[in-house]
């Protein structure tokens, strides 16, 4: 038997999207202990470089740190031609880049006849601006690099990886944007996969549950660190009870990007500890 199930992977050239961040940076680090040349992307060219040496170090694999914005094609394409100068083509995507902004979160969960007098802080007082980013950064900032980096795919064939949510799944509160950018996501998966099966390019999502990261820390932690009423809400909806840790995401991203899944295209997989499968009783 294979001690190595995601050997296919090794020697391969991945791209992650939001390499910077905390999800990101661990599905990185899995695959550079895949043996496969891992390009560390970020807005902040520095933090990648950075990013991507310790996890060179960290792994013994060939990593590099690249700076781009993903709602900027331009800068998208000049990173393709240096990874094309290092390390020639590309055969993989994770599209990890995207997030919330406090000013797109309504304070309240829900109106009712007792607060409904603080519209400001219901449905009715968010700001449009905040959710038009959000969109752009979890739709736009997943459809342009998927335009520039996937089109090394289009004559033979690849994997791209989109980081979905489980707010797609089931419509959380507090989060209209996020949560409808990421259903718009869901969608753009499926539809992806259909249009891109006949060349070999496979498209799918992993949905997370609630792991703690830059993006939602204000929401799941009070100031003294402590789990949030909404934090313990989650976990008591959580079959597992608890959060998952960002590592926990690792094997089904690697089971998406090699030859384990070849027969599987447009799915949206939840990793949630059982959170999207309660009903509540």
Known sequence: ?????????????????????????????????AGVKVVVGGRDRKKAQTIAAELAKQTGGLVIGLGFDVLDRAALEAARAEIHERWGLID?????????KPSATTKQEQLTPTNRNDLASSFFGLDSTAIT??????FLGTLLPTQVFALDMADRGGVVVNISSMSAVRALTKVPAYSASKAALNNFTQWLAVHLAPVGIRVNALAPGFFLTEQNRFLLLGDDQSLTPRARKIVAATPMARLGEVDELQGTALYLLSDLSRFVTGVVLPVDGGFSAFGGV
Request: no cysteine.
């Open 92 to 100: 993989l995507l994770v599209n990890g880049a995207g997030g919330n």
């Open 133 to 138: 980013d959000v969109f752009q950064l979890n």
């Open 1 to 33: 038997m294979n001690s190595n199930p995601f050997q296919d992977l090794r020697g391969k050239v991945a791209v992650v999207t939001g390499g910077t961040g905390v999800i990101g940076g661990s599905l990185a680090r899995a695959l550079a202990e």
